[in-house]
């Protein structure tokens, strides 16, 4: 894959994740009620803190793939982005199109990040 080519498609999946953590970290920081009262129905605490544990866990997703988006870009500036990490081999450009931030082929039927 062109560096160039991969560095735009990087930055813009960067910016894309970017804007959700920013979106989710902007919701953490709206006081915990409801039509701007307090919780008082248990039920409704419930899943309140359902809610805010699932938002978490997606934000930690969208965290860890930012780092890998990074881990990306940094391959693309020292040339080995595309490469294979355990071979040495191209990379299949199908594999980056659909996962542009691997680092591997498929081996042995499954996948490595």
């Known amino acids: 894959m062109d560096p160039e080519a991969a560095r735009a498609r990087l930055q813009a999946e960067q910016e894309r994740v970017e804007g959700l953590i920013s979106e989710l970290r902007e919701e953490f920081a ?5 039509d701007g009262s307090e919780l008082s129905d248990p039920a409704d ?4 803190t359902f809610e ?4 978490l866990a997606i934000l930690e997703q969208l ?9 990306a870009m ?3 500036d020292t040339g080995t982005y595309g490469i294979d990490e355990v ?5 299949d450009p199908a594999r980056l199109d659909a996962l542009p931030t691997a680092r591997t082929n498929v081996h042995d039927g499954r996948a490595a990040r």
């Open 45 to 48: 605490a419930g899943t309140e």
């Open 63 to 71: 965290e860890a793939e930012l780092a890998e988006l990074h881990a």
């Open 30 to 34: 709206e006081p915990e009620s409801v």
């Open 52 to 55: 805010r544990e699932k938002d």
């Open 87 to 91: 071979t040495g081999e191209p990379i």
């Open 74 to 76: 940094e391959r693309v």
